[in-house]
């Protein structure tokens, strides 16, 4: 429910304005709380360090460090890397001095050949030492034309993939209103300066994580998108973050996404934890302030997201990823387990985080494993990490956004009883012969492996090609024959003697990474080839998807048997039916004729959707006839296809024909059947399908068209008819005859008839255009249900001479100004001309002040006993219309208020009557104004790099394309009205804070 566009990250993102200060550091009582078994002790803070954000330890123990000073505002370019160290041997770093200065904003960092590679929006940077003096006098761009937009959506984190590729998360653009001048840029075509007519990327990378290769120019768009930080897992599985989602898993590579050309990027990512989209977590901060909309107690800020790998941690803490919260002062960590293709994200503990501080000032970001296998945390450590274009004016104008920009820390986390770090002194890799490098790829631990491969790579270390090969056929680790089969990629020395046992494994992740490099080898290779056919009846799950995919590749007749036969046996995974759909170019009746069979005889939900894909694909590229033969062979015929794939093939060819207007115009045969199908079903799922698709058909007087309405008409006045049934026929009617059935509606919008039929008659006349509409349902105002009333709203405010209307309502005191809802309000105060404007504004803006002193009245409802029981009741009278609680019992727009729990009851008064105050991330209203005049405003529910999805309450979601958008702007204000306390006693205010409180 929190989109990625309004995310909250890393360092940047944050809930609470106002903190108490840091304890200082000769405090004896810790801030954490910190999983059994385990130790956290400081290794560096301030004043050798300020503002971090992220880490590198390179092969000689030198320890760099990117520093973010400027954060929120300061665009001037006081970003520094410092280099740190430990001079006396104690484990902790001791000595600071600055290595480079002088960027906007950095982002990340990472050693690369003799120097390092620093990201600063726009630019990839590498810079070097050539004299040894410790300071880098050497700089040049590697990678320009990202974007410079609000700071927590800048691409960052530089990782060393284990296939050699120099990885980079990127999240894609964010507009802003406010700060334009600072982060208005949205960046350029991605490319080498080097080569300026070389490969390159589109605008901001295409909005998507990227991975380049800087010494053969090489530079590629990935499928997924993370906001801040990303890793890998042993066997080269790509994870992301983003704000309110701590893990996300790039399952479909885009080369696979991009050869099809049906599949977009977005089908490419699975969200990985268990327990759903709203990630409970378990702060312990003392005092913190809050508003009710920043989710407090679920992840709201999730960043610097870290696989370990290393061997120092005992279970349950092998094989999880490290998450920051830094909104919520600590980190939180996931099993990742292996499920079919993908992974699942699991707690380790219930109710308990890793790691938590009392301490406010406590900010996580992101996280390293060092040699020695111990975790390293990175504390950006400030007081407020909100960024002001989600703020109160009040806060942001509070002079307190950098307050704590001069301080910083490290942490290490080892088991109980580890010694202290003894490398920091003792590391000399950059020494190491190529034999000793090898060696090292089969440590326990990523920092050596990663690091030796880099070097040997870096090193073209030909004459290591012997031990290599040893290495990937007998190492008793099978990272350490992993890493030496892409080390000997990286240095162009792999053969398919190497490939051959690779892909006859015992481990499944060697025969997985076998195919992949296989695919860049196999077309000229036919032994080969035939090693790969030879995993036609692999088990395991990761194996046989990837074995789909590289056979995409491979146009041969064994090729595409193989395929079917993979796909006949994973029919219900989606995964896989994304893997079978990359691997084919056309996805027409020859492809349906093969795979309905296959589909049809068994209902389960995967199986509905592979058939609901499938008949999209026809319906927006096929033919007419291709339509009309998908409706006379399996959903005319009902013996052909059970009616749950009638369902998903509608749903299908309406999704089809909602992209493809020529075929929408011509399909009259087919439209007249379904016609006389949806009049005599008695299927309300096949019907609500239907009136899809006839939405996107135009509609003419045919003699079925009237045949259906004069049964329509029937339908809604027989009274003993399905309630939804009758809705639906008055649905149809809209399409078909709105306007001469206004009448009709009119009669049936009345308390004795059911509240879908009642909907359905609001909605069917507001569709008429007609202007005395307006005024008839005014009529019928107090008359009407709260759903009811909803529905006349969105009626009114459909057009100007409507607005007025509604307008004059509340100025006569019919409609109460509570009921219009926030965004209602910023609509009518914000976006309308001249007169209504004005208008507007005196009938629903507050004085100065009125907010303020309503609260301090409604603070004595704290000193009442609340009823949990009763307060529950006040929830879906007052709040169900907008809110769930734990997931249930309402409408997910808002945020979840189960989420609330852990809130001091002044401050859920004060949030619930001043709403504004601070703005949730996703859950700010924004105009969006298309090229052809139209204007909506909601909520941003997700966002593709081709569309936005937008979020309007009563609404279903709309995709809305990019390429429409003429403008696109945050309107800075919440979509939680102010004004509850008409609908509040100071009772009702304390049985509902018990309520939210006890949940």
């Known amino acids: 429910m929190r989109p990625i566009l309004f995310s909250a990250l890393l360092l940047f993102i944050g809930a609470y304005p106002f903190l108490t200060d840091s304890r200082s550091d000769d405090d004896t009582d810790s801030p954490f709380q910190i999983a059994d078994g385990f130790q956290i002790q400081l290794i560096a803070s301030e004043p050798l360090i300020a503002d971090p954000v992220a880490m590198e330890i390179d092969e000689d123990g ?6 973010m000073p400027g954060y929120p505002l300061d665009v001037s370019g006081n970003g520094r890397v410092r280099l740190l160290k430990d001079t006396d041997g104690d484990g902790v770093l001791d000595e600071s001095s600055l290595f480079a200065e002088g960027f906007v904003l950095p982002t990340g960092i990472m050693r690369w050949k003799d120097g390092l590679i620093v990201t600063a929006p726009p630019d990839v940077l590498f810079l070097k030492d050539t004299d ?6 050497h700089q040049e761009v590697l990678v320009t034309g990202f974007a410079r937009s609000n700071p927590q959506h800048n691409f960052n984190t530089p990782k060393y993939g284990l296939d050699n590729w120099i990885y980079l998360a990127n999240n894609g653009i964010i507009w802003t209103s406010a700060y334009k001048d600072q982060f208005g840029d949205i960046g350029s075509n991605v490319h080498f300066p080097a080569q300026p007519n070389g490969s390159q990327l589109g605008q901001n990378g295409n909005n998507r994580n990227v991975r380049f290769k800087p010494d053969s120019f090489e530079i590629e768009s990935l499928s997924g998108r993370s906001q801040f930080g990303h890793t890998f897992d042993p066997w080269g599985h790509h994870f992301n973050v983003s704000n309110a989602h701590p893990q996300f898993h790039e399952v479909l590579a885009a080369r696979y996404i991009d050869r099809s050309p049906i599949l977009t990027a977005r089908m490419a990512m699975n969200y990985t934890p268990e327990y759903g989209r709203n990630t409970s977590i378990y702060p312990i901060t003392e005092s913190p302030e809050h508003m009710l909309l920043t989710d407090r107690g679920m992840v709201t800020s999730a960043a610097g997201i870290t696989y370990y790998m290393g061997d120092l941690f005992p279970e349950p803490y092998t094989n999880v990823t490290f998450v920051g919260e830094p909104v919520h002062n600590l980190v939180h960590v996931l099993k990742v387990e292996e499920n079919g293709p993908t992974f699942t994200g699991k707690r380790v503990e219930e109710r308990k985080e890793f790691l938590a501080s009392k301490d406010g000032w406590f900010r996580p970001v992101n996280f390293t494993v060092g040699p020695d296998g111990a975790l390293y945390v990175i504390d950006y450590h400030r007081a407020i990490v909100e960024h002001p274009e989600w703020m109160d004016d009040a806060t942001a104008a509070s002079g307190r956004l950098q307050e704590g920009a001069d301080k910083g820390r490290i942490y290490r986390i080892t088991p109980e009883g580890s010694p202290d770090a003894e490398w920091m002194n003792a590391l000399s890799l950059g020494d190491a012969s190529n034999t000793e490098l090898v060696e090292h790829l089969a440590s326990a631990t990523i920092w050596w492996r990663r690091t030796a491969q880099r070097l040997l790579v870096d090193r073209q270390a030909i004459n290591a090609t012997a031990a290599l090969t040893r290495l990937s056929a007998s190492s008793n ?33 060697i025969r997985e990474n076998a195919l992949i490099l296989a695919e860049s080898h196999m077309n000229d290779e036919p032994e080969l080839q035939s090693a790969i056919y030879a995993l036609h009846n692999e088990t395991h799950p990761r194996v046989r998807f ?6 995409g590749f491979l146009d041969t007749p064994r090729s595409r048997a193989i395929r079917q036969q993979l796909i006949a046996s994973d029919l219900d995974n989606e995964w896989m039916q994304l893997a079978s759909l990359s691997t084919v170019q056309n996805v027409d009746l020859n492809y349906f004729r093969t795979m309905a069979p296959l589909l049809v005889h068994k209902e389960t939900d995967g199986r509905a959707l592979f058939m609901e894909r499938i008949t999209s694909f026809i319906s927006s590229n096929g033919e007419v006839e291709d339509i009309e033969y998908l409706y006379k062979h399996h959903l005319s015929d009902k013996s052909q296809t059970p009616e749950w794939a009638q369902v998903a093939m509608l749903k299908g060819i309406s999704s089809g024909l909602s992209r493809n207007k020529g075929a929408s115009t011509t399909v009259m045969s087919t439209r007249d059947n379904m016609l ?7 299927s309300t799922d096949l019907r609500r399908e239907y009136l899809t698709v006839f939405s996107n058909l135009p509609q003419t007087g045919s003699k079925a068209s009237r045949r259906a309405i004069k049964k329509a008409h029937q339908q809604i006045l027989d009274e003993n008819a399905v309630a939804l049934a009758r809705a639906q026929s008055i649905t149809f009617l809209t399409l078909y005859d709105g306007s001469t059935n206004a009448p009709l509606f009119e009669e049936l919008i009345q308390s004795t008839q059911p509240v879908e039929v009642q909907l359905a008659s609001v909605h069917a006349l507001g569709e008429t255009g007609d202007e005395q509409i307006g005024s008839i349902l005014l009529d019928r105002w107090t008359s009407m249900t709260p759903p009811v009333k909803d529905a006349v709203l969105n009626v009114l405010m459909e057009n100007e001479s409507r607005m007025e209307l509604l307008l004059s309502g509340i100025e006569s005191g019919t409609i109460q100004p509570s009921a219009i809802g926030w965004d209602r309000t ?7 001309d001249g007169a209504l404007k004005v208008k507007a504004r005196e009938l629903l803006s507050e004085p100065p002040g009125v907010r303020e002193d309503m609260v301090q009245e409604y603070m004595a409802s704290l000193d009442l006993e609340g009823s949990i029981e009763e307060g529950k009741k006040v929830f879906e009278t007052v709040c169900s219309m907008c809110h769930q609680v734990a997931g249930s019992d309402g409408t997910p727009f808002g945020p979840d208020l189960g989420t609330v729990r852990h809130w001091s009851p002044d401050a859920l008064v004060a949030s619930i009557l001043i709403p504004q105050k601070t703005i949730t991330d996703g859950y700010g209203l924004w105009s969006i104004e298309l090229n052809d005049g139209v204007s909506y405003t909601g909520l941003i529910a997700a966002e593709s790099p081709s569309e936005i999805e937008l979020r309007q309450l009563g609404k279903p979601d709309q995709a809305i394309p990019r390429s429409a958008i003429k403008s696109l702007t945050s309107m800075n204000v919440s979509a939680m009205p102010n004004g509850l306390e008409a609908q509040l006693t100071k009772q009702q205010m304390a049985d509902l804070i018990a309520y939210l409180r006890f949940n």
């Open 132 to 137: 040894g003096d410790q300071i880098a006098d």
């Open 62 to 67: 030198n320890v760099y460090v990117v520093e």
């Open 826 to 832: 910023v609509r009518l105060m914000r976006d309308t």
């Open 676 to 682: 006389e199908d949806f009049s005599n079903s008695t």
């Open 546 to 551: 990837q074995l789909l995919c590289t056979l």
């Open 477 to 509: 680790r099978p990272e350490g024959r992993l890493h030496a089969l892409w080390t000997l990629e990286g240095i162009g020395q792999l053969t398919i003697d190497h490939l051959l046992p690779a892909l006859r494994d015992e481990h499944p992740a």
